[in-house]
């Protein structure tokens, strides 16, 4: 539980949103990580793979590339790992996406990384 009159900001990667946002200054080298928590709405014993699309300029890892859910409501934690060189080569923006990926669905979540001067 988080109590809102105790904080004073929130970066945006920081929120359990489904996206993912990132700000980072330009041509910055950075590694950034954001942790999110999920909950299975499907069938039970449901495993998913990662699968990440981003440009070049970009790394990204996820922790545990899969999630193996037993139950249904139940909630997993992974983590999304940015090695970001170069600060977007000139770019004020660069999109790509994560997506989970079973048997039977797909949940793709959007990622933003975001260059400020």
């Not at 989970?100 to 979540?109: D, L, N, Q």
Request: net charge positive; proline share 4%.
């Amino acid at each position: 539980m988080v109590a809102c009159q105790s904080i004073k900001s929130i970066q945006e990667k920081d929120l359990n949103y489904p996206s993912i946002t990132v700000t980072l200054g330009a041509n910055t080298t950075a590694v950034v990580a954001v942790e999110r928590t999920v909950k299975n709405v499907g069938e039970a014993n449901a495993t998913y793979f990662s699968d990440i699309g981003m440009p070049s300029g970009v790394v990204v890892r996820v922790f545990p590339p899969v999630l193996r859910f037993t139950s249904v409501n139940q909630e997993l934690k992974f983590s999304v790992v940015f090695n970001i060189m170069g600060g977007g080569g000139g770019a004020s923006a660069v999109q790509g996406y994560l997506n989970w990926v079973s048997g039977r669905r797909e949940v793709r979540s959007p990622i933003s990384i975001i260059y400020k001067n």
